[in-house]
């Protein structure tokens, strides 16, 4: 049997970063420039041609492991209702490693913009939006409904979006116009733990008119299967390989199919969820998306007009103009996800579902793809490879080289990621316009509270006793304990 080891094309498709045209695209870049790009790929196809036809099946398994992995990493450019692999997982960096330790450089990055901070590109590039206009998130989002949830389900879906997320004749959202559905009229308080306990952390006492629920393993296991039976829902459910990525998963889909505020077993609540946002300032003076109130034109009669907020989130991180964010965070700015509030079926939480299910997709095509290299190797009597190959874990935790993590499949990262796409598409609102928040902002339908709201005395935030404190994290990862 041949060597299938590819060690001869690795220069052409893997060379070092610095050496830009020393590789496969970037000579063809350079012959692009100069005119002669056509007979340098015509030249370049037959050349890979003889490598693979010397070398035998080993450089075919390599190349159609290295255009899986890309196409993959590049996916996100379509992101049609996550039917496909759609997002890069953890690509925080300019250049990042794949399964076989080569290295490949990240999508494409704002080409002849400028940066929108002086964090630069990579901030920007740390969130994977996928497409913000307008019709583009309509249609992806639409599509994701018919594709995803029981049929019975898709009108109501549907219709609420529609209301969120109203288009004009020119295919750019509407000004908010009235209210719509608000977050504090579906009082439901929920929490999941592996066993039923007790309220330790004061929600019922402190909001003696909502309904308080707390969902153990069994009870959200039965609850899915009734609420999403025979749908990709339900599949991504069963998919998914540990109750950590199920927790995160039902969090979203208790608020998004019942509405109220989700909070982990280890937070406390310091004050009413009614008080959340009071006295919120407004996005620009509502200009540009908050329709006039009849009568009296004044700013205070346009906030009564527009009701309570539909969504109520709160900033975790802020890393403010530190240029070593990267090495921390994931993103320069992240939303909390330990607590949260919503109206039932916003267009934010249909938006990280759809993510979910995109990145359960892509963890399943990773691990296809190890296993068949693994056999490859094993076939070719390479024990020693196949084994390395087959150590490494699908889902890293804390740190442990696993290939994807929780931040990334379900966790605060695809939620930070969903927000700030709804606000783009929108409202017109990038991640800058919440750096250095430091009282609640109202955007729209959706309410974002500083980093004091729902992280105080975290990250440089004030402490629990700050009037804008409303909820403690305790941090007692409650939810590592899991599995």
């Known amino acids: 049997m041949r060597d299938p080891t590819p060690l001869p094309i690795l220069p052409l498709l893997n060379p070092p970063l610095q050496s ?46 290295r255009v899986t992995l890309w196409n993959q990493k590049y996916a996100q450019d379509l992101h049609i209702a996550a039917s496909t692999v759609t997002e ?29 901070t002086a964090l630069g590109f990579r901030a920007d590039e740390s969130y994977k939006l996928g497409s913000s206009t ?26 609420r979006f529609d209301l969120h997320f109203p288009l004009a004749k020119d295919g750019n959202p509407g000004p908010v116009r009235g209210s719509l559905p608000a977050m504090i009229s579906f009082k439901n308080i929920w929490q999941t733990n592996k066993i039923h306990g007790a309220d330790m952390g004061g929600w019922k006492y402190r909001n003696l008119q909502w309904d308080w629920s707390m969902l153990n393993d069994v009870d959200a296991a039965m609850w899915v299967q009734a609420k999403f039976r025979g749908s990709r829902i339900e599949t991504v459910w069963d998919e998914l390989p540990t109750n950590i990525l199920k927790a995160d998963f039902l969090r979203y889909l208790l608020v998004f199919y019942y509405g109220g505020v989700y909070s982990d077993t280890d937070t406390s609540c310091l004050h009413a969820i009614e008080e959340w946002g009071a006295s919120a300032d407004l996005w620009d003076d509502g200009k540009g998306w908050l329709a006039p109130a009849e009568g ?12 309570p907020p539909s969504v109520v989130i709160g900033i975790e991180v802020d890393v403010g103009d530190r240029e070593d964010w990267h090495r921390w965070w994931p993103r320069p700015l992240q939303i909390v996800q330990w607590t949260f509030g919503a109206a039932p079926r916003h267009p934010i939480l249909l938006d990280v579902i759809s993510r979910v299910v995109s990145s359960t ?37 804390d740190n442990n080289g696993g290939y994807m993590s929780v931040m990334e499949w379900t966790g605060p990262g695809i939620f930070t990621d ?28 959706v309410m974002i509270l500083p980093m004091t709201g729902f ?10 006793d700050d009037p804008q404190a409303m909820v403690q994290h305790m941090f007692l990862g409650t939810w590592k304990g899991s599995g």
């Open 20 to 65: 830009k045209h020393t590789s496969l695209l970037g000579g063809i870049r350079l012959r692009r420039q100069t005119g002669r790009a056509l007979p340098f790929v015509i030249s370049c196809g037959i050349f890979v041609y003889l490598l693979i036809s010397s070398q035998g099946s080993g450089v075919r398994i390599y190349l159609s492991q």
């Open 88 to 116: 890069p997982l953890n690509a925080t960096t300019s250049e990042t490693e794949d399964l076989f330790g080569d290295v490949v450089p990240l999508r494409p990055g704002l080409t002849g913009k400028r940066p929108l």
């Open 134 to 159: 307008p019709l583009a998130y309509r249609y992806e989002l639409s599509s994701f409904i018919r594709t995803a949830f029981p049929p019975d389900l898709q009108p109501l879906l549907q219709s």
């Open 296 to 307: 009296e034109e004044t700013l205070e009669s346009r906030k009564k007009a527009m009701g």
């Open 361 to 397: 997709a892509h963890a399943k095509a990773w691990s296809d793809d190890r296993d068949k290299r693994v056999a490859a190797l094993r076939e070719a009597g390479r024990i020693e490879e196949a084994n390395a190959f087959a150590s490494v874990p699908l889902f890293d935790n």
């Open 418 to 445: 969903a927000v700030f796409r709804y606000l783009d598409a929108r409202y017109n609102v990038t991640w800058p316009a919440l750096k250095g928040l430091e009282r609640p902002l109202r955007v729209g339908d």
């Open 455 to 464: 992280s105080p005395g975290i990250n440089g935030a004030k402490g629990p």
